[in-house]
T-cell receptor
Framework: AQSVAQPEDQVNVAEGNPLTVKCTYS??????LFWYVQYPNRGLQFLLK??????LVKGSYGFEAEFNKSQTSFHLKKPSALVSDSALYFC????????????FGAGTQVVVTP | KAGVTQTPRYLIKTRGQQVTLSCSPI?????VSWYQQTPGQGLQFLFE???????NKGNFPGRFSGRQFSNSRSEMNVSTLELGDSALYLC??????????????FGPGTRLLVL
């Protein structure tokens, strides 16, 4: 079965510093990986996805993610964090051959301090 | 385009009651998926509908059911509510025919509290 792991419950970063949120995956076959962000009392907002091709994927709001096949990782990055980036971030993998189903990680709370 | 809408946004029910949640997908999207989000279990897949047919189902008891209408709007129903059903229920829509790379777009969710 496909799965993702987010090893950090919380990431603290000062505004203006680089932000990294870690995700590792386990899949059989080709990975289809996604990042979503959730603000309080809101649904999930799509940030970016990896299908195939370039290992560096650019997404919304200045976020990007680096796919590393040898390390089975798909870390989310932002060069300069904003206070407004404080939210809950989820990594997800498409469950291969399973319509609709996304398998989510546990989530990482990002706190950006001024 | 309007995003995914879910109604109601908040619900309070008592144990043993039943509840129906509604989801309207993005125009042109024919797939609707439902997820349950709780602090303890995280985000868990309930089921997915495409063209009025359930294509996939997660590991939830039969008390959880859903359906999809010809206009792609979907409802999910939970019967005989239990305290553990208190959660944020999220609906996601997608085109439904683009395979595994397809992106799901989520609604704001319905927060259900069971007392």
């Amino acid at each position: 079965a496909q799965s993702v792991a987010q090893p950090e419950d919380q990431v603290n970063v000062a505004e203006g510093n680089p932000l990294t949120v870690k995700c590792t995956y386990s899949v059989s076959g080709n990975p289809y990986l996604f990042w979503y962000v959730q603000y309080p009392n809101r649904g999930l907002q799509f940030l970016l996805k990896y299908i195939t091709g370039d290992n560096l994927v650019k997404g919304s709001y200045g976020f990007e993610a680096e796919f590393n096949k040898s390390q089975t990782s798909f870390h989310l990055k932002k060069p300069s964090a904003l206070v407004s980036d404080s939210a809950l971030y989820f990594c997800a993998v498409r469950d291969g051959g399973s319509w609709g189903k996304l398998q989510f990680g546990a989530g990482t709370q990002v706190v950006v301090t001024p | 385009k309007a995003g995914v809408t879910q109604t109601p946004r908040y619900l309070i029910k008592t144990r043993g009651q039943q509840v129906t949640l509604s989801c309207s997908p993005i125009s042109g999207h024919r797939s609707v998926s439902w997820y349950q989000q709780t602090p303890g279990q995280g985000l868990q897949f309930l089921f997915e509908y495409f063209s009025e047919t359930q294509r996939n189902k997660g590991n939830f008891p039969g008390r959880f059911s859903g359906r999809q209408f010809s206009n792609s709007r979907s409802e999910m129903n939970v019967s005989t509510l239990e305290l553990g059903d208190s959660a944020l229920y999220l609906c996601a829509s997608s085109l439904g025919d683009r395979g595994l790379a397809e992106t799901q777009y989520f609604g704001p969710g319905t927060r259900l509290l069971v007392l």
